[in-house]
Nanobody, 116 residues
């Protein structure tokens, strides 16, 4: 399984970015997909996740600002990030859990920097 993330960059506070992640490989089924992030000197933390059926979960710090979505036909997961804050600055990693044992695979990470 390979994951390719894109969409990171530099944005001013209050701005928006949309991250995309494409999953590919010889798999039977992608289950949960989502995003983690890791800021310098901090542990990796869950940002948002989405089940195959569309159930979503978010970190408290991004609720109301970020929206996760997925396209099962294309094996894609997206993260729309609005009202970005400097504390959102981090490397964002997408992940997917794959049947039959929900093994987790990671993308390469994409840098998001929120700064004026």
């Amino acid at each position: 399984v390979q994951l390719q993330a894109s969409g990171g960059g530099l944005v001013q506070p209050g701005g928006s970015l949309r991250l995309s992640c494409a999953a590919s490989g010889s798999i039977s089924r992608f289950n949960d997909m989502g995003w983690y992030r890791q800021a310098p000197g901090k542990q990796r933390e869950l940002v948002a996740g989405i089940s195959r059926g569309g159930y979503t979960k978010y970190a408290d710090s991004v609720k109301g600002r970020f929206t996760i979505s997925r396209d099962n036909a294309k094996n894609m997961v997206y993260l729309q990030m609005n009202m970005l804050k400097p504390e959102d600055t981090a490397v964002y990693y997408c992940y997917v859990e794959v049947s039959p044992d929900n093994r987790r695979y990671w993308g390469q990470g994409t840098q998001v920097t929120v700064s004026s």
